[in-house]
């Protein structure tokens, strides 16, 4: 590691404003940073922060991201920066602005806590924009506030948005894990280590999906509904249910390219668009692995027909994953919908517990894959896939007709929703199970695969709902533990 300098800045300190709806804070600085000053100034060694750069990562919106915390003498202070190779560096002096902005305001927070809290800064004289997330860890003189901050081009902030979701569960993960480290060792040794290790990781995620990342308009041309390739009708009735059901979150596996996309670029069509910008295809020679809570993904096998998927990986995603094999035409689900909460929670807390008594990865087990529903249990899918093979492919009808199915299903998932709040209001008591019977014949949901399809896409736009329905009452989200309090 490189010690790099900083600049002692004098003047006035730059005025915050905070936004009153979203938390989001713009910063408009009342004193600019004048000059007068050399960035070759020789300061107090308390001045200075390590540097280290993210390699290998060809595709990036993200310059640079900062580890910094809460110094009792010196306040917000500076200690570690990654810069992505082939981004700009940004100058010192927005690394200290940054540092004072993401901890300032947080000298009352209790440190034993162990929430993450997210800030997210709007800085648009510096044409930037930060998220940040701060957290408390364990420091070479006690616990103390920490926060990691992501350093983006407002220019990006549109992407950003939209993969905003991912980026949390990404790094409130590795926060978890960098608490365990910080408590158990040197972190400006190995622990620094594992932490890069980590965000080249996220790095390297985020990168797959500007590669090969999914259109917005997906052509037909590039789909299973185009009249050159052809995919047998009953499996890909299976692969679209099935997607549908683990809440729009897929894998595809198989030796050919060409094969592998086929079915990513057809699910892509039964995506929302923000789910497009978190979704990538396969790509040749690039042999990526399963990668958490990235909705579609494309992976090619390697030689000896294996795949790289790791089972916790898959258990720690926010929602439950579709495994498709095109090579043995096999589908199976990570978990089932009702049951995941419960056993994303639980691989957490093991993987955290492994990584504090050094047996990291130890304790890995083989996937154990549950069978997709069975087909012959929906005719949402199949009905639409009658339809649309009797349109012409070409003018777009058929992507039409298909936009028109995920509209329709999304108003359906409208309609549950309305439907079991106007329940609930109606009910004697508040915690009283829902008649999933009744539920089934007043909104026409017979078949048990068209109920999980309407309830898995009703849950993405209010989460909770399919295990309010359908889950097990002692695996409620709200009755878990925090995760991060286990150790």
Known sequence: MTSHKLVIQSGGVAASKTSLDSGVMTVHPD???????????????????????????????????????????????????????????????????????????????????????????DIPDKGVIIPSFIFSAQGSSGISLQAIALIIPNSELTLYLHQVDLIHSWLTRVISKLRVICAKKDFATSGLADLSSWLWSFMDMLSSLQEVGLPQKIELSYTAFSSPHKVDLDFLRQVISSHLMTFGRSVIFGKRVDRVNILVYTLGLFCWDSERLCSRAALSGRNWPYYQDVCIQGCLKNDDDSINMSHRDLLCSRYPTTIIDVDNRSITHSSSAADHPWLSHEALVRELEELYQGQEGYGERPAKMNPAVSMTSESLVRDLLDNVYKLPPDHGKREAYICHFMHTLQRRAFCLIKYLEGDQQSSSTASSRVNVKKLRQDLGLALEGDLRIVLATADKLKPGLYQYVLGDKKYDTEYLPNMTDVL
Do not use: M
């Open 31 to 121: 004193i600019q940073f004048h000059g007068g000053y050399d960035d070759s100034t020789p300061l107090s060694p308390t001045s200075s922060f390590s540097v280290s750069s993210i390699g290998n990562i060809e595709h990036s919106f993200i310059d640079a991201l900062l580890l910094c915390h809460w110094d009792n003498i010196l306040g917000p202070k500076l200690e570690h920066v990654w810069y992505v190779t082939g981004r700009s560096q940004p100058h010192t002096n927005i690394l200290r602005f940054v540092t004072n902005q993401v901890l300032s305001g947080e000298i009352c927070r209790d440190v034993h806590c162990s929430q993450v809290d997210f800030k997210f800064f």
